[in-house]
């Protein structure tokens, strides 16, 4: 009696501890999606990915935080005024995405932030489009089919490739356009798996859309 005794003792101590872990992580993930989402320039973004990559270094059993950690050094390499840092943040946000990978592979989120790295890379040279342009599509694609029930995020890359591919090869502003609304759609009807899971994007299409619509040319 007694040595079950001290077994349920212990097993509630590490329950309570386990639970005090978790909630401390989400503490700190929610503190810090928070201030991804206000982030405004390339040194937010850096911050940001800073921040998320040492959660990532505690919680090694994790995808999110790398995950996280990525995404913003795509951004800051969609932000960052300085070409010459374009692919050093992409680089970093490849072997992040690496690592949320390991973690959770055949991942519909991952596979959006490998196109959106592809197309950030283009900023350095045009050229690179003709090889990088193919190569985020068929990624993208991947994203779309691990997720049937629609990835919104994914949705939306794929309208912006769309968008700025020539008419003569299945694009330009109609339907590009078109795909967007969809994207749109998806947001509406998206349901993150977690509170911590990927949600961001809806107000971006948005605006994009409205920008497009109003743009008369291709």
């Known amino acids: 009696m007694k040595k ?3 077994t349920s003792v212990l097993m509630l101590s590490i329950l309570s501890i386990a639970t005090a872990q978790n909630e401390k992580y ?33 919680e090694k059993a ?5 995950y996280y950690a990525a995404y913003a050094m ?29 973690i959770a592979p055949n991942n519909s989120e991952i596979n959006t932030i490998k196109g959106m790295v592809m197309q950030a890379r283009m ?8 090889t990088l342009g193919p ?6 694609a991947q994203a779309l089919q691990q997720q049937p029930q629609g990835n919104p995020r994914a949705i939306t890359q794929m309208a912006q490739m769309k968008y700025y591919t020539p008419s003569a090869y299945g694009g330009g502003k109609e339907p590009g356009i078109e795909m967007l609304k969809k994207a749109i759609a998806a947001y509406d009807t998206f349901k993150p798996e977690t509170e911590l899971s ?7 299409a948005i605006e994009l859309l409205k920008r497009w619509s109003d743009n008369s040319t291709q």
Request: aromatic share 10%.
């Open 4 to 6: 079950h005794f001290i």
């Open 123 to 130: 900023r350095v040279d045009g050229s690179r489009g003709m």
């Open 62 to 66: 994790e995808w999110l935080p790398a």
């Open 74 to 102: 795509r951004m800051k390499a969609f932000y960052t005024k300085e070409i010459k840092d374009v692919d050093p943040a992409c680089d970093k946000a490849d072997a992040m995405l690496a690592a949320a990978e390991s």
């Open 198 to 204: 990927p949600n961001w994007g809806k107000a971006y």
């Open 26 to 58: 989400v503490g700190f993930m929610k503190k810090n999606l928070a201030a991804l989402d206000s982030a405004k320039s390339s040194d937010d973004f850096q911050t940001a990915a800073n921040n998320f990559e040492r959660i990532a270094s505690a």
């Open 135 to 140: 190569k985020a599509t068929q990624v993208l």
